[in-house]
Structure formats: C-alpha cells, structure tokens
C-alpha cells in the first residue's frame, strides 16, 4: 500500500470529517472527529491492512497522515 491508498484508508475510519481534508501532511488530531475509539479503529486498520501492530504512543508521536505511514512502514 502506498501513501495515498493509505491515506485513503485512514480517511475510511473518519464518518464526519469532509474527505478533502485529508492528505498526507494533514495533523489528523487536530481533527474534530478525533478520538480515542478514531485511534482505536487506526490501529485495527493497520492490523488488518498492514499485519503490523502499532500502539498509542506510536499515533500519539506523529503528527501528520505522513509521519504514521512511515512509523508503521518502518515496524
């Protein structure tokens, strides 16, 4: 996958928040829809998309679509 499928994919967790505002270099926490079960649903996708586990600090240290692509490319 790369990054703009998984953009894309990241994107599909989101029920409220306008598509367009999703890009690579876009800071999804500051995202309105944002949340801790968001955060939750990311780490199932990347579980099931990429059979790579990624935890909280993993999100909690990124802070663009981006920077979480290459933290989990790098696992």
Do not use: P
Not at 40 to 57: H, N, P, Q, R, Y
């Amino acid at each position: 996958m790369n990054l703009d499928e998984f953009v894309g994919r990241f994107a599909e967790e989101f029920n409220e928040t306008e598509e367009s505002l999703f890009t690579a270099d876009a800071h999804f926490r500051e995202f309105e829809e944002w949340g801790s079960l968001t955060a939750l649903s990311i780490i199932a996708m990347v579980d099931e998309e990429f059979d790579k586990s990624i935890t909280g600090a993993d999100i909690r240290s990124c802070t663009t679509i981006e920077d979480l692509y290459n933290i989990i490319q790098s696992k």
